[in-house]
DNA sequence: CGGAATCCTGCGAGATACTG
DNA sequence: CAGTATCTCGCAGGATTCCG
């Protein structure tokens, strides 16, 4: 699909997909988390934390589907699955903080403004 | 901002609050409509394209709550209100734009991903 | 240990109609 | 024109149970 004849902000609908992806509650966490490198399902869950068994493995799956990161199972006993970021999983990481950096450094200006906002609203 | 201390994946909460503004349907697409200048409710739903107009109320009161567009009313026949992007709304937009162009970029390689995924899964 | 299958719930979000 | 008020529905997301 034609992006070069994009006019700087038009979201090509499928941009707003991959937008909503970052939005989503977990995807991002576990992007960041995998950054310290491979683990295991349970290494995950448990570094996320708060994130139910049924959401990592959904989430893990899509990474996987959209090629963010690597599956590589081991047959052992027990069994151990290993969690690999790719590539392209770094460079969402990357693209994913600089708008996290933002968030932190805004969020007090953020939320003082919420104060002033519903003071009025009194 | 000293990202190297956290500990890999310390979403301070708040920041993933933002993260989830930024994913949600509209809000995006509102405030890079808005990059064009100063705007007025129907102008706005109409160049965004898509939106109802309960969703567009929503999205701007939240997004004036947060301080990100400024709401000016004028008491004229027919009445007139005009949405304005604040200097935080403007540096949102941007912070956004680099996370669209990323998007873009990868779009074709993650959607060639999905092909071959879903190919090895029949 | 690493899942899959199933059930349940709340909220995001659309459609529509009414108001000032 | 610029909203507010309802009603509704789909789906993200949680809890729980079962499988290899």
């Keep these: 699909m034609d992006v070069t004849t994009k006019p700087a902000g038009a979201d090509c609908k499928g941009v707003s997909e991959i937008l909503s992806r ?16 491979s683990q295991r399902f349970n290494g995950i869950k448990r570094r ?27 047959h052992n006993t027990p069994p151990q699955v290993e969690y690999t970021l790719t590539p392209l999983g770094h460079s969402l990481s990357e693209t994913a903080r600089h708008l996290a950096d933002w968030a932190a450094a805004h969020r007090g200006e953020i939320e003082d403004n919420r104060l002033h906002y519903d003071a009025r609203q009194l």
């Design 48 to 74: 996320v934390g708060g994130i139910s068994q049924q959401m990592l493995t959904r989430t893990l799956k899509t990474l996987e589907r959209d090629g963010m990161v690597e599956r590589t199972v081991r």
């Design 22 to 37: 970052v939005g989503d509650k977990w995807t991002i966490q576990v992007v960041v988390t995998l950054r310290a490198g």
